[in-house]
């Protein structure tokens, strides 16, 4: 069982930074942060397998977004830079424990998640 809790949301405005926080009780081979906007489906923004630290983003993030983890503390982050109202989100912490490529794998464990509104 993988327990995860995100953290670090709230309201920034249009080109400010925000960082979120996801606690681990453990890590997993592949690690991710997703989110979803109301009526919207839920996307897979920014993904790392832990072992090599290899990461990987979705288009609409790159550049923009760097995930992260601190290994003292079992921690995942998702620093988010130049932030853009469509930005604006629940976003979800999630791990699983099957092998593949982190971005095309089902996610079997999620946190609460943590709501980022950008607005002005």
């Known amino acids: 069982l993988v327990q995860l809790a995100e953290s670090g949301g709230g309201t920034v405005q249009p080109g400010g930074s925000l960082r979120l926080s996801c606690a681990a009780s453990?890590?997993?081979?592949?690690m991710a942060w997703f989110r979803q906007a109301p009526g919207k489906e839920r996307e897979g923004v920014a993904f790392?397998?832990?072992?090599?630290?290899?990461?990987t983003y979705s288009d609409s993030v790159k550049g923009r977004f760097t995930i992260s983890l601190d290994n003292a503390k079992n921690a995942l982050y998702l620093q988010m830079n130049s932030l853009k109202p469509e930005d604006t989100a629940m976003y979800y912490c999630?791990?699983?424990?099957?092998?593949?490529?982190?971005?095309?794998?089902?996610?079997?464990?999620w946190g609460q998640g943590t709501q980022v509104t950008v607005s002005s």
């Open positions: 999630a791990a699983d424990l099957s092998g593949g490529n982190c971005p095309d794998i089902s996610y079997n464990y």
């Open positions: 790392i397998r832990t072992s090599a630290g290899e990461t």
């Open positions: 453990t890590y997993t081979r592949c």
